[in-house]
């Protein structure tokens, strides 16, 4: 039994997770900021809060993705693939449940820039891939056939 006020410490499944999540949490705010100052200094302030709208549900929509792994980064894989599944699933339907949201009301958020939202969207998503597959091809992941 450990100590009250220690941690135990982290797997090597979630030690990879955590290295991963905070790869493409740099990677991706790198490329949030680069491309929302952009566009905040060519195309004004609506093209940059769009930006930065489609850059933070970019971010928050990995972040999400990579938090429900290490929860269950030491569960069987059958666990993995449906937690994995679940939060993507769920992901996804949100997103929709909101674009439903300003299509139906298209009037209010006639501001917003949809050049600058899919190029936050597309740069951010890009940004935090670069970054976390760089990570994820430098990490030491034992691989071995079970004897038996």
């Not at 491309?35 to 850059?55: K, M, Q, S």
Request: glycine share 8%; hydrophobic share 55%.
């Amino acid at each position: 039994m450990t100590e009250p006020g220690r941690r135990r410490p982290l797997s090597p499944h979630v030690r990879r997770a955590q290295q991963l999540l905070q790869a493409g949490l740099v990677g991706g705010h790198v490329a949030a900021l680069t491309i929302v100052g952009l566009f905040l200094a060519l195309g004004g302030p609506n093209a940059g809060a769009t930006a930065a709208i489609g850059a933070a549900v970019t971010i928050v929509f990995y972040t999400i993705a990579l938090g429900v792994q290490m929860a269950v980064a030491d569960a069987s894989p059958k666990v993995v693939l449906f937690a994995w599944f679940a939060s993507y699933v769920t992901r996804v339907s949100l997103l929709g449940v909101c674009l439903a949201a300003v299509l139906a009301n298209a009037e209010r958020w006639a501001w917003l820039d949809p050049v600058a939202l899919f190029v936050a969207v597309v740069g951010t998503v890009l940004g935090w891939l670069v970054l976390e597959l760089f990570v994820y091809s430098r990490m030491r992941v034992p691989v071995y056939d079970d004897p038996s």
